[in-house]
């Protein structure tokens, strides 16, 4: 796997993917897919990255009622080398009007290639180049592979018309000029949207003021001084009421959610916008102080089926307590620390679903047990695949719902139990935040993170779960193995065996005892079979369930348990069996032997006084319950075929 990484690192320039995300009515997130592209060939895409963007400062036109925008945009940029050209990108329906290179005109070509502007920079240099440009921008009719970086439509629910951007993953050069690389962060942005007076604009960072402008216009000017990824700008426009609200966390100043909201829709959805509160407080106290807590965050709505992440200021089209914890979750996991490869997007999205558990769980206790056997059921409805995206220009691949969103939850769920100890679990992920503040990460950077906090070898977890595919198909039994000595047996295999044969992880398995309460082993997985003996003073029955506090995403074949609690009078062999069994009584007597499957079936029922033999080559493999009817007794005995 480590000889893909240098191969991945370019293919995370050059991804065809998409999220448009959407949630269904039970608010799992999915994705809505468009092919989508960074338009640039490798060679010019290492053109790009020969430069840092530092900043950027916006001022545009915009309006509600379509997609046309105007104004300038300087990207100011350190050369890693000697430059003579940089190259940037901005879809061709716009118009150049003009292109400075600091306070100059700047030679420039602009072909599907990007802009190749002439500069003269030496290494270390800063430099600015100002695009000043008009037009439209792209729809699916102009560009089929994209389309969705800045759309305009009405909501019919709220009739409103709004304009918004979503550049996620490679469509912000469909509204702005820019440079689309994700390990190069920008150190801040400024931001001026002047938007009809009757409209505002919301975006991200502090908003500084809004200016009253001739011909019925205003101007919001915001301002965000930490450092984003390109794909994280944006701005909406739309008949917005500002309704803004406070967090609390502990240790830390009064926190601004601020929120543009459809006038007619704030008394709908107000209860769940305050919850906000209550997220940004629990997420703050276990992922790390909120990261941009200095600045704001909020929501702006627009016609979308869900919501996307934007830094400080997450767009989406309704309020609900799962999506708003989605989005806000991202704030640290994707904006604060954001991927450093599309391959690695569970970083992302793996991370904010479980966030969504993460809250059930603290602050609506038992609803997450339903969460989390919804997503262990996505997860179960496909038998392969991987969370670690080994085709980085498949879209379908990348923002899978299945396998990077419920089993990158799932995962994490199953790390925790690892870990075997939450203060231990949640520092690791406080330790991550902090180690890679403001910056990039892979999944292998986390692991390694992880490792260093824990003590744990994660190398079989990261290589079974992470990059292997597929889940565990477990099943269990307790054999007596003499007089004195009890056997629990575990026996695994797996939906992919051919890719993960075995999944190491632990396990727990919960054991019926006589004559006391149940008892839950962890058991140590090595193998495809595991044997553990036991005294049989412990008085161990059977086994009762397999993963009883559902950590592991797994299917559960058979219970078999083969503890003789036959008196000394019934001896019943052999168990498992293939063909045959024999019941053989000490003290014989008129006894009837019924024979039920696991549907409660009687498929035999004979009389017997002595022995009889039951023959089984016509069954189906599996449990049945063998009910001896003996001098006024009823005896209940599991057997198995094999």
């Known amino acids: 796997m480590k000889k893909t990484c240098i191969f991945l690192f370019i293919l995370s320039f050059i991804q065809v993917h998409a999220q448009n995300t959407v949630y269904s009515c039970n608010t799992s997130k999915t994705s809505k897919h468009k092919l989508k592209s960074n338009k640039l060939p490798v060679n010019f895409i290492q053109e790009t990255e020969k430069y840092d963007v530092v900043y950027y400062d916006l001022d545009l036109t915009a309006n509600n009622m379509n997609t046309n925008l105007s104004g300038t945009v300087k990207m100011t940029g350190i050369a890693k080398v000697d430059l003579d050209t940089v190259v940037y990108e901005l879809f061709p329906s716009y118009t150049i009007n003009s292109i400075l290179f600091n306070q100059d005109t700047a030679k420039y070509s602009w072909r599907k290639t990007g802009i190749h502007c002439k500069v003269n920079v030496k290494k270390g240099e800063k430099f600015t180049i100002t695009t000043n440009y008009l037009g439209k921008a792209p729809d699916q009719s102009s560009n089929p592979f994209g389309g969705s970086g800045y759309a305009q439509k009405k909501s019919q629910a709220w009739n409103k018309n709004v304009s918004w951007t979503l550049s996620e993953p490679f469509s912000a050069y469909e509204w702005f000029p820019c440079k689309q690389s994700l390990t190069d962060k920008i150190d801040s942005v400024s931001f001026r949207i002047t938007v009809p007076d009757s409209c505002m604009a919301g975006s991200n960072g502090i908003l500084q003021s809004i200016t009253k402008l001739p011909n019925n216009q205003k101007c919001f000017y915001w301002k965000h001084v930490h450092p984003i990824d390109y794909y994280l700008i944006s701005f909406c426009v739309a008949d917005y009421t500002d309704y803004s609200l406070y967090a609390h966390p502990k240790n830390a100043d009064s926190i601004l959610i601020q929120n543009y909201v459809y006038p007619n829709a704030l008394s709908k959805f107000k209860n769940q916008i305050d919850n906000t509160a209550d997220f940004m407080d629990y997420f703050s106290e276990i992922f790390t102080l909120y990261p941009f807590h200095q600045e704001k965050y909020g929501h702006c709505m627009a016609p979308i089926n869900g919501g ?246 797994n299917q559960i074949e058979q219970f078999t348990n083969h503890i003789d609690t036959l008196p000394e009078n019934i001896v019943i062999y052999p168990n498992p069996t293939q063909d045959y069994v024999t019941i053989e009584l000490k003290n014989p007597a008129n006894s009837i032997v019924k024979m039920i499957d696991i549907n409660g079936k009687i498929i035999v029922q004979k009389s017997f006084y002595t022995e009889i033999q039951l023959d089984l080559k016509n069954q189906s493999n599996g449990n049945y319950l063998l009910m001896i009817e003996s001098n006024g007794t009823t005896l209940k005995h599991k057997i198995t075929k094999n």
């Open 308 to 553: 996307m992440e934007h830094q400080t200021m997450t767009t989406l089209g309704y309020f609900d307590n799962e999506l708003v914890a989605h989005e806000l979750a991202h704030q640290w996991w994707g904006n604060h620390v954001t991927c450093g490869s599309w391959s690695d997007i569970w970083l992302n999205e793996g991370f904010a679903t479980y966030s969504e558990f993460l809250m059930l769980e603290k602050l609506y206790p038992g609803s997450e047990k339903l969460k989390l056997n919804n997503i262990h059921s996505s997860v179960l409805s496909i038998s392969k695949g991987s969370t670690w995206v080994k085709d980085s220009l498949n879209e379908k691949s990348i923002f899978s719902r299945k396998l990077v969103y419920d089993k990158g939850a799932a995962i994490i769920h199953t790390l925790r139990y690892i870990i075997n100890n939450d203060n231990q679990f949640f520092k690791a992920l406080q330790n991550f935040q902090i180690e890679f503040s403001n910056s990039t990460a892979t999944a292998s950077d986390f692991k390694k993170s992880v490792e260093q906090t824990t003590g744990i070898d994660l190398t079989n977890f990261f290589d079974q779960w992470y990059y292997g595919e597929g889940y565990p198909i477990y099943a269990a039994k307790i054999n007596q193995k003499s007089d004195s000595t009890n056997e629990l047996i575990v026996s695994q295999k797996t939906s992919a065996p051919l890719i993960t044969p075995v999944f190491t992880n632990p396990m727990d398995v919960r054991i019926r005892r006589r004559n006391n309460s149940d008892t839950i082993i962890r058991v140590t997985i090595k193998s495809n079979t595991e044997k553990i003996e036991f005294p049989s003073t412990l008085g161990f029955i059977e086994v009762a369930e397999i993963d009883p506090n559902n950590f592991i995403v």
